[in-house]
T-cell receptor, first 112, second 114 residues
Framework: QQKVQQSPESLIVPEGGMASLNCTFSDRNSQYFWWYRQHSGEGPKALMSIFSNGDKKEGRFTAHLNKASLYVSLHIKDSQPSDSALYFCAVSISQGGRALIFGTGTTVSVSP | EAAVTQSPRNKVAVTGGKVTLSCNQTNNHNNMYWYRQDTGHGLRLIHYSYGAGSTEKGDIPDGYKASRPSQENFSLILELATPSQTSVYFC?????????????FGPGTRLTVL
């Protein structure tokens, strides 16, 4: 079965700094990749998706995908205290139906 | 924005008791999901549904049943609750069509089994 692993487990980044989150997956048929963010006491919320190899930028967030290396990453530029949250990588091998396999998450703490 | 609500938000149950967690979505999504979240395990899929009347087993279905009586509602049932089922449970909905795989999560239910 698909295994999705994230590193580091937790990360402290100074306000204004760069946070880098890593995710590896095991199934070479994986096609769709998501980053979800969960603030304390809330449900996860989709942050961004990436479906093609390369980089995708949305504001301060940049996702990078390398399917051949079974790797996806998320970079948060100019980190803000509101970015403090639990971040999940989620991977799917097909459209529709069964859905996503989530990683175990990376806790990001932005220190003022 | 897509709306998923869960009830109750907090529940304390006794070992061996029956627990029903409810989920409602107003997005008209075909697919609905139940996950549990535990430290060190991330989100694990318990049951999911493709539409009214359908339920499918996820990765950790033992000890849980699910019911999808309508497009909007999806319940998770613990017939004989055990302390190992103490966790935070999340319901989600998704269209699951095309390349849009986004899932919309509810606020969660914190369940404590004593």
């Amino acid at each position: 079965q698909q295994k999705v692993q994230q590193s580091p487990e937790s990360l402290i980044v100074p306000e204004g700094g760069m946070a880098s989150l890593n995710c590896t997956f095991s199934d070479r048929n994986s096609q769709y990749f998501w980053w979800y963010r969960q603030h304390s006491g809330e449900g996860p919320k989709a942050l961004m998706s990436i479906f093609s190899n390369g980089d995708k930028k949305e504001g301060r967030f940049t996702a990078h995908l390398n399917k051949a290396s079974l790797y996806v990453s998320l970079h948060i530029k100019d980190s803000q205290p509101s970015d403090s949250a639990l971040y999940f990588c989620a991977v799917s091998i097909s459209q529709g139906g069964r859905a996503l396999i989530f990683g175990t998450g990376t806790t990001v703490s932005v220190s003022p | 924005e897509a709306a998923v609500t869960q009830s109750p938000r907090n529940k304390v149950a006794v070992t061996g008791g029956k627990v029903t967690l409810s989920c409602n979505q107003t997005n008209n999504h075909n697919n609905m999901y139940w996950y549990r979240q535990d430290t060190g395990h991330g989100l694990r899929l318990i049951h999911y549904s493709y539409g009214a009347g359908s339920t499918e087993k996820g990765d950790i279905p033992d000890g849980y049943k699910a019911s999808r009586p309508s497009q909007e509602n999806f319940s998770l049932i613990l017939e004989l609750a055990t302390p190992s089922q103490t966790s935070v449970y999340f319901c989600a909905s998704g269209a699951g069509l095309g390349d849009s795989y986004e899932q919309y999560f509810g606020p969660g239910t914190r369940l404590t089994v004593l």
